[in-house]
């Protein structure tokens, strides 16, 4: 007997699509009240959708490939960032494209790590560089085939945990950084993917002031639906457990625009293993 799916407890109702068996149930997180966000959450909701390489960044926000003349002072030196940036780019590099997109998007990211060090947001407002470096993570429960999605208050969307890289910051520490300041608890990297993403999205954020490109590194770590988490109230409405399966029969539009094909590609790999 399939289990029911577990209801996502908000701070507010909303218009949103929900599967009609949605109910109360203990494993829900609940977020403290806060009456700031019942009022303010929901006036710059920000939209994604995959890069176009047609749009024209130079036109919003300046040269997507180009150091910027006036990048403050960072946390390391030239030299120290180019191989920083140089490590993240062999990173992108062992990323094997589950499909023809995913494939698009690692070349584009490739060559713009090889042409700019320029890569970590300086600025949110306005957004410099417009095109920035993103470490998004998915908690992972194997046994239940479960991942942690937050229902995010600036987006709208139900997203993974993570955020930007910060200068002089490898991927995978944003990684151990986000996951303690947005959940709560130490990040634990699955062991069968490691401190490497497994996959790579760029996407556009449209629809507010601060446009922006996402280069976005997908790591995966390993959670469970009974560890204790502690959510950050001002980044989310609600956070909850959706099966692989739930995602799928979910109106692909409430979540980041590759959160499917991380999923399948998730899976695909968890098969492969089993077989080998």
Request: hydrophobic share 35%; aromatic share 6%; with cysteine.
């Amino acid at each position: 007997m399939r289990r029911p799916i577990e209801p996502a407890i908000r701070q507010r109702d909303r218009r949103r699509t929900v599967p009609a068996s949605d109910r109360e149930s203990p494993e829900a997180v609940r977020l403290p009240e806060c009456a700031s966000l019942r009022t303010t959450c929901r006036t710059d909701q920000t939209p994604r959708r995959y890069y176009d390489p047609g749009d024209d960044w130079g036109a919003i926000g300046g040269n997507i490939g180009a150091v910027s003349d006036d990048i403050v002072e960072q946390d390391i030196g030239a030299e120290d960032r180019r191989g920083l940036v140089e490590g993240v780019r062999r990173l992108v590099e062992e990323i094997e494209p589950v499909d023809l997109l995913e494939r698009g998007h690692r070349a584009e990211a490739m060559s713009w790590l090889g042409t700019t060090t320029d890569v970590f947001r300086r600025t949110s407002t306005p957004v410099a560089p417009v095109r920035h470096l993103v470490s998004y993570f998915l908690l992972i429960d194997e046994k239940e085939g479960s991942v942690l999605l937050g229902d995010h208050i600036k987006s709208g969307l139900w997203l993974p945990s993570g955020g930007h890289v910060e200068p002089g910051e490898h991927p995978a520490n944003t990684v151990r950084r986000e996951c303690f300041e947005e959940l709560g608890v130490d990040a634990e990297f699955l062991s069968r993917v490691g401190e490497r993403p497994l996959f790579i999205t760029i996407t556009d954020t449209v629809g507010s002031a601060d446009v922006h490109n996402d280069v976005s590194l997908w790591f995966c770590l390993s959670g469970s639906r009974s560890m204790k988490l502690k959510p950050d109230p001002g980044e989310y409405v609600s956070v909850r457990w959706w099966r692989y399966d739930e995602v799928h029969d979910t109106e692909p539009g409430q979540f980041d625009p590759g959160m499917g094909r991380m999923l399948k590609k998730l899976t695909e790999i968890g098969e492969s293993r089993c077989l080998a």
